[in-house]
């Protein structure tokens, strides 16, 4: 990429640099001078995948064009061939195809690695290209499986599922002992439940404290209170 495109770069805003790295699916995160870096990084990746696809094309097309005059070739031969068959000899002319040279074919392929390119074929070819992409402009490559992410928080934590059975269980005693301390009513689960009403142990209760409350008393109390706010 050219120092004038640099420079232009250089001009645009930040939502400009964001709104064109979003659009390449690139991050958006960043200071200016990353952003310009980073989509100048990507301006010359294209364009330099470009020129690579235009020579691959244009070698083929290059060796299409040669089969194509050797095929042209030898059939003109065959068909002087067979009419010279019976005064001359037939003349066997041999055409070489030139194939891409090595040093070509080596050129191409640093280029590609270069560009994380898939080259050569292979099962892990397109993983390989993925990491050196996720490399090259920093980006998280995660290749391990759900499975393996939540054994290794467990393993981190030092947490299994048997252990958060056992931790419950311990609970649940240390709930049903604290209750039985203070005389609270609970279940096998370690859960309170409603114990019944001592009509007894409630008015001695409300004896020791100043309550001789009557029914009626309550319900006069109950009706001038409600009078009271209704105004």
Do not use: C, W, Y
């Amino acid at each position: 990429m050219s120092t004038s495109n640099v420079k232009d770069l250089e001009k645009m805003t930040m939502a400009q640099l964001k709104e064109s790295l979003a659009k390449k699916g690139l991050p958006t995160d960043g200071k200016k001078a990353v952003l310009v870096d980073r989509l100048a990084e990507s301006i010359r990746k294209a364009e330099e995948d470009a020129i690579l696809n235009s020579n691959i094309d244009s070698v083929l097309l290059a060796s299409d064009d040669i089969l194509n005059s050797a095929s042209d070739v030898l059939g003109d031969i065959s068909a002087d061939a067979k009419i010279d068959a019976d005064s001359t000899e037939p003349t066997k002319e041999k055409t070489k195809v030139q194939a891409p040279s090595e040093e070509s074919k080596e050129e191409q392929k640093k280029r590609a690695q270069r560009l994380g390119l898939p080259i050569g074929g292979g099962e892990n070819t397109g993983e390989e290209a993925r990491k050196r992409r996720a490399e090259r402009f920093g980006l998280p490559l995660n290749t391990a499986s759900p499975g393996d992410a939540k054994a290794k928080r467990a393993e981190r934590f030092g947490t299994t599922n048997n252990t958060a059975v056992k931790m419950d269980d311990d609970t649940k005693e240390k709930l049903l002992k604290r209750a039985q301390r203070f005389g609270i009513p609970v279940n096998a689960e370690g859960k309170t439940v409603a114990a019944a009403v001592d009509p007894d142990a409630l008015a001695k209760r409300a004896a020791r404290f100043g309550m001789n409350h009557t029914n009626d008393q309550n319900e006069a109390a109950k009706k001038a209170r409600l009078e009271r706010f209704s105004k």
